[in-house]
Structure formats: C-alpha cells, structure tokens
C-alpha cells in the first residue's frame, strides 16, 4: 500500500502561482509514475501531469494540453514527494486537485493509489 498525501492548495488570485506537494509513504517505488489530477464541481476527474519514470535518475513528464507553459511537475525520490508548480493559474483552474500513484499515463484507471485532494480556488 501507498499513502499519498497533498499539501498546498488554497486561494489565490489570477494569474498567481501555487506549488503543490505530494508526499508519499509507504510501499513506495521510484518506478510508480506520479499523477496529478483536478476535479472541478460537477465535472469528472482529468489529468494534470505525470511523471514516469525512464531508468536511472531519469523521468519523462507528460501534461494536459491546458496546462502546458504554466504548470511544472517534479519529484524528489529522496523526500519521496512530488511537486506541482502552478503559475499563471486561471479562475478555470479551480477545482480539487489530487496526487496519483501507478502506472503512468493519462487515464484516472491506470492508477492505484490516491490522495484525499487539496483545494485549490483562483478568483477573478
């Protein structure tokens, strides 16, 4: 089992940033691909980010069309966390973002473990 839990989420204005943090415990792997994901009220669950890893100290990171520019995923397996640098954040980026565990790529499916989510809200 993996326990995955979020930090860093709160409100802020457009066009300000925020860095998001995941830390992981548990049965914890440098191979599982880190996710991030949002869900907006009323809305399913999309894919923010992820990272997977390559081999050796190497990790690709793929993003949604919509944040690609503002939004920066990283990790530090050391710390077992994973970070989600936000700039730039606009009031549709609202919503419940949640740290992932698995398998990688962009489907809510091809991961097994979640975090409880933290609220991120961008006002006008």
């Known amino acids: 089992q993996v326990q995955l839990v979020e930090s860093g989420g709160g409100l802020v204005q457009a066009g300000g940033s925020l860095r998001l943090s995941c830390a992981a415990s548990?049965?914890?792997?440098?191979?599982?691909?880190m996710g991030w994901f949002r869900q907006a009220p009323g809305k399913e669950r999309e894919f923010v980010a992820t990272?997977?890893?390559?081999?050796?100290?190497?990790?690709?990171?793929e993003y949604a069309p919509f944040v690609t520019g503002r939004f920066t995923i990283s990790r530090d397996n050391a710390k077992n966390t994973v970070y989600l640098q936000m700039n730039s954040l606009k009031p549709e980026d609202t919503a419940v973002y949640y740290c992932?565990?698995?398998?990688?790529?962009?489907?809510?499916?091809?991961?097994?473990?979640w975090g409880q989510g933290t609220q991120v809200t961008v006002s006008e």
């Open positions: 992932a565990a698995g398998r990688g790529g962009s489907a809510v499916a091809q991961y097994d473990y």
């Open positions: 990272t997977t890893w390559h081999s050796g100290d190497t990790y690709y990171a």
């Open positions: 548990g049965r914890t792997s440098r191979s599982y691909a």
